[in-house]
């Protein structure tokens, strides 16, 4: 049904698979300052962090605020070439800004 979500689960490798239309989470942002996102590639890929658009690259650094963020990650899998998702958060080298990834429910 529309406006449904369906869970999907990563594989052991740690990708979504490629029939997946997107994956969303929260991080926990408990120093402010730099945090890196990694994808595995960003081809086919459209980012936001907290609903606001943000250009997708392989490694991308952003500046977040102390609090909770939401990510969401749609990819088109017809760009991908059957590869599937793969996205990683930490805090950025040299950078004072610690993050934390919200577990789910």
Do not use: C
Not at 16 to 32: E, N, Q, R
Not at 54 to 76: C, P, S, Y
């Amino acid at each position: 049904a529309a406006g449904v979500e369906v869970p999907t689960y990563a594989m052991v490798a740690g990708a979504l698979p490629a029939d997946a239309a997107y994956a969303k989470g929260d991080i926990h942002v408990v120093t402010p300052g730099l945090i890196r996102i990694k994808l595995n590639s960003a081809k086919g890929v459209t980012l936001s962090i907290d609903g606001a658009p943000v250009e997708a690259k392989e490694v991308l650094d952003l500046e977040l605020k102390l609090g909770v963020h939401q990510i969401k990650v749609a990819f088109d899998a017809s760009r991908r070439g059957g590869q599937g998702l793969r996205v990683e958060v930490e805090e950025a080298p040299g950078s004072a800004g610690r993050v934390q990834v919200v577990g789910g429910k």
